[in-house]
Nanobody
Framework: QVQLVESGGGLVQAGGSLRLSCAASEIMFSMYTMGWYRQAPGKQRDLVATLTSGGGTTYVDSVKGRFTISRDGAKNTVYLQMNSLSPEDTAIYYC??????????WGRGTLVTVSS
């Protein structure tokens, strides 16, 4: 059974860092694009970063140079390293897996709160 479980969220001061983890069960990274999305209070869920099966990455402009998406195949885990955090980064962060056939899975999210 496919399962995505996020962890690593929490409260951090502006300028600080956090690393989010997404433990993926029954997901083969060779067949899925992994992504991180976020949803701020009262806003829609937006894409933050993606990591393709081939290792290519994309980032939304607002996080370029600050966030890094990566994966560890041995641990079947995807990470989002977040540096230079600002209050605007406050949101629930969701892990996503999407296959080339359009099959999609979501985690339940982890809350990141950045205080000013």
């Amino acid at each position: 059974q496919v399962q995505l479980v996020e962890s690593g969220g929490g409260l951090v001061q502006a300028g600080g860092s956090l690393r989010l983890s997404c433990a993926a069960s029954e997901i083969m990274f060779s067949m899925y694009t992994m992504g991180w999305y976020r949803q701020a209070p009262g806003k829609q869920r937006d894409l933050v970063a993606t990591l393709t099966s081939g290792g290519g990455t994309t980032y939304v402009d607002s996080v370029k140079g600050r966030f890094t998406i990566s994966r560890d195949g041995a641990k079947n885990t995807v990470y989002l390293q977040m540096n230079s955090l600002s209050p605007e980064d406050t949101a629930i962060y969701y892990c996503n897996a999407r296959s080339r056939y359009g099959v999609e899975y979501w985690g339940r999210g982890t809350l990141v709160t950045v205080s000013s």
